[in-house]
């Protein structure tokens, strides 16, 4: 299998297992953002602020590696058209579940990002992508993609890794003890971390990949803020481990 492959099967095992981010919306949450009370993440800690999505009313939303039901139940609720891609069968379950159980549609879409989107030029006007190329080598052609399929003027919400947790090995967070970039591929230590821990292929990125890679891609950056892992002593010490960005296809 390659890497792509390896994440997708350790994501549903995560989800089978109770992961965080695979525990779908319930139908109280969904009812409540009916009526205008809603939040949503893209990093662990902070809520996106509302005014980063505009009014949602018959907006195009693809939600980019954002399956698991936490997301876009609360964009349909707001009376977006939704567009989910992920590749992991239990994080799609999960959106179908929560579609059918409310009685809305959604477009669910079995896919890998690091592959061309297989959407048609100017397919969205919001594209909802929570921190996931973390498990993704080369983040610069998602970029470009997520230009293409979004229309001029379209909005680009992202979520991103800093690089600051791969430094640590082990939970206490306490030693340095790798360098960076985060490699496993290319470096078979890193490979033996995540084993140990079960944390399936990842990767580090650098603000020249994450941010400066939408820049090269065309998009304007609009706006930004940082967060931290929600636990641990680098949560405890309010060390930024995470990044969420705004930025807009220009007209």
Known sequence: M?????????????????WEWGVPTGHDAFEAAKAGEWDVRL?????????????LQGQRVL?????????????????????????????????RMVAEREG???????????????????????IFHPVSNCYVEEVEPIWRECFRVLR??????AG???GVNFLFDGDDEREVVNSLPFNPLQNPEQMRQLEACDGGIQFSHTLEEQIG??????????????????????????????IATRAVRPL
């Open 63 to 95: 939600g980019l590696a954002s399956g698991g039901g936490q997301q876009m139940p609360v964009f349909a609720a707001l009376g977006a058209e939704c567009t989910v891609l992920d590749y992991s069968h239990r994080q799609l379950q999960s959106e």
């Open 43 to 55: 990093t662990p800690v902070r809520w996106v602020p509302h005014e980063w999505f505009g009014d």
């Open 213 to 242: 890679g939408q820049l090269r891609a065309g998009f304007c950056l609009t706006d930004l803020y940082e967060d931290t892992n929600g636990e641990g002593r680098l949560h405890e010490m309010n060390i930024p481990s995470f």
């Open 104 to 126: 809305y549609s959604i477009c669910v879409v079995k896919a890998d990002m690091t592959k061309p989107l297989p959407f048609a030029d100017g397919s969205f006007d919001l």
């Open 152 to 157: 001029p003027g379209g909005v680009l919400l």
């Open 160 to 162: 991103l890794d800093n």
């Open 2 to 18: 390659n890497y792509q492959q390896i994440n997708a099967e350790v994501i549903d095992r995560w989800v089978d297992e109770g």
